[in-house]
């Protein structure tokens, strides 16, 4: 059974950081492409970040410059370093990994990040 665990949510104050984690089970994230997704109140959830197979990263425009999204094959695991953070960035994250050949889409249960201005 797969399952992604996020944590490191929290309340924070803007312009201070927060690293969320996405600890992995029943699935070698070494190799898969991972993302982070959000969902702030009243709106849809939205892409944040992606980090292929390959090692490259991509960003939503809104968080470019403030988040890194990485991996630690060794802990099976994925992270967002978030940074600067802002009242807008509040929202539950969510780690996410798509659907492969052999693999249904996997959302984590997400975590409450909060930033108060």
């Known amino acids: 059974q797969v399952q992604l665990v996020e944590s490191g949510g929290g309340l924070v104050q803007a312009g201070r950081s927060l690293r969320l984690s996405c600890l992995a089970s029943?699935?070698?994230?070494?190799?898969?492409?991972m993302a982070w997704h959000r969902q702030a109140p009243g709106k849809q959830r939205e892409f944040v970040a992606v980090?292929?197979?390959?090692?490259?990263?991509r960003y939503v425009d809104s968080v470019k410059g403030r988040f890194t999204i990485y991996r630690d094959n060794a802990k099976n695991a994925v992270y967002l370093q978030m940074d600067s953070l802002k009242s807008e960035d509040t929202a539950v994250y969510y780690c996410?990994?798509?659907?492969?050949?052999?693999?249904?889409?996997?959302w984590g249960q997400g975590t409450q990040v909060t930033v108060s201005s």
């Open positions: 996410f990994a798509p659907r492969t050949r052999t693999m249904d889409e996997q």
């Open positions: 029943g699935i070698d994230l070494g190799g898969r492409t």
């Open positions: 980090l292929s197979s390959g090692g490259n990263a």
